[in-house]
């Protein structure tokens, strides 16, 4: 991997409960880290749900190696990005391929 490859700007997010001046508890998506990606369509699809028809777009984020799980999302562009699997697939713990699909 090209390190110059990396150079779109992406946060990682989090679900965090927060509490309203009500008193209400709510559930919103805070930024944990901002870090640079190669990204890439891997796939798409067309769907029919509920008698509606749309396309899945699977995208791969390419970063360097560092923490995530699937109860992270990417953010990118403003759109959100559901984690679907994340990678190291050389397993030398430098860079991580992350595959995830657009919050419909």
């Not at 992270?72 to 562009?77: A, P, S």
């Amino acid at each position: 991997m090209n390190i110059g490859r990396l150079k779109h700007r992406i946060s990682l997010i989090e679900e965090v409960q927060t509490e309203t001046t009500n008193g209400f508890k709510q559930k919103e998506w805070v930024e944990v880290k901002k870090t640079w990606s190669d990204i890439h369509t891997y796939q798409r699809s067309k769907k029919v749900e509920n008698d509606k028809e749309f396309e899945e777009v699977t995208i791969v984020f390419t970063l360097r190696y560092q923490t995530i799980n699937k109860n992270h999302r990417i953010r990118y562009q403003g759109k959100d990005f559901i984690i679907q699997s994340v990678q190291d697939k050389t397993f030398e713990k430098r860079f991580l391929e992350v595959s995830a699909s657009e919050v419909v």
